[in-house]
């Protein structure tokens, strides 16, 4: 690997001084097939910054592939590796790169190396869907962990046994995860406030043009509110209740005895301030579940409509053309054709 001399240090107008030098950290980038360029870049970025403001070899980095060939990101771009994973050391915190669930699937001799690596008393971590692999090499049952929310039903699906929290990332212990994009930077920024403290932090953030929140990591997604632009208790309540209710969903008089409204209250909440009714809305929600299922994992139609609350697999097909204009086997083919050809 690198040594603290080969890190890069950038020249730049902005000068921040760093007065204790701690030792050197490294991390290793393990680019899978079609991993996501914004949140590897965005996981660089704040280590090549906090370089060039203090003048100094803070951090040092380095790409690795499964096989030491360049990987090809999920917009066509190709990045080189510099090495193969076996060049990985014990000090260098390993981040493996997915950007989701289907292509993510490293081979067994990169599980094991995983496994090894953390045993050992290595650190590891997950980008956006990165936290597949961590997960299928056994390292994420006692550890606080994430990824990009749009993995999440398919995740649950895979390993329904381990639950990732919504925050963008979290770090517990020697395993840090991410939800991709701009919170692979808020994971590094974090990571230099640890080392450096909120000041300096902050001026990493300001040269990202990224707000620094002096340590705040916040959902991943907009409230259930604000996606609805309502403050309604009632409607925001209800919208949970039926997110909660997916698989086995509830009826309209179920729905009003949970929040202790009447029906016909709720539809006139609905009406007025989403446009739809209750029970359209929540057919919505279960397709687009449906719909996650079908593009993020191995599932059968029949399977992805049993987990989506419906009784056959042609009412389920039957309502999803109408949603989305095309069949869900349509989808279902078109994903696993995609697999095949890179």
């Given amino acids: 690997m690198l040594d603290a001399s080969d890190a890069l240090v950038p020249v730049g107008a902005v000068h921040f001084p760093v007065c204790e030098l701690k030792q050197t950290r490294s991390f290793a980038f393990l680019l ?11 996981a660089i970025e704040p280590f090549r910054i906090a370089n060039q403001l203090s003048q100094k070899p803070l951090y040092r980095w380095t790409v690795v592939s499964e096989d030491g060939r360049p990987a090809r990101s999920s917009s066509g771009v190709e990045v080189a590796a510099v090495r193969d994973l076996r060049s990985v050391e014990r000090d260098t915190t390993l981040l493996v790169c997915a950007g989701n669930l289907m292509t993510g699937h490293p081979a067994k001799p990169t599980l094991a190396f995983l496994h090894h690596h953390y045993r050992t008393g290595g650190s590891v971590g ?12 056994g390292l994420l049952g006692r550890h606080a962990f994430t990824l990009h929310w749009e993995c999440h039903p398919g995740f ?8 990732p929290t919504k925050r963008r990332f979290e770090i517990d212990g020697r395993v840090m995860t991410c939800g ?17 403290g909120d000041d300096f932090a902050a001026i990493v953030a300001d040269m990202c043009l990224l707000r620094d929140d002096a340590g705040a990591n916040l959902s991943q997604r907009s409230s259930i509110g604000t996606a609805l632009h309502t403050r309604n208790p009632a409607l925001i309540e209800i919208v949970k209740i039926m997110i909660d209710n997916i698989e086995y969903p509830l009826t309209m008089a179920e729905l009003a005895q949970r929040v202790g409204y009447t029906a016909r209250h709720i539809e006139r909440q609905f009406q007025r301030c989403i446009g739809q009714t ?10 687009d579940h449906a719909r996650s299922l079908i593009a993020e994992t191995d599932m059968t139609l029949f399977e992805v409509a049993a987990a989506t609350g419906f009784n056959t697999k042609s009412h389920f097909s039957k309502v999803f053309l109408r949603r989305f204009g095309s069949p869900p086997s349509k989808v279902h083919h078109h994903r696993r054709g995609t697999r095949s050809v890179y």
């Fill in 126 to 137: 997950g980008i956006c869907a990165g936290a597949v692999a961590l997960a299928r090499a």
């Fill in 156 to 163: 649950f699906e895979l390993f329904p046994r381990l639950e």
């Fill in 32 to 42: 899978l097939r079609d991993f996501t360029l914004l949140a590897f870049s965005s």
């Fill in 180 to 196: 991709g994009g701009a919170a692979a930077a808020d994971m590094a920024i974090s990571i230099i406030r640890q080392d450096y």
């Fill in 278 to 287: 209750p029970m359209g809305y929540y057919l919505g929600l279960r397709l």
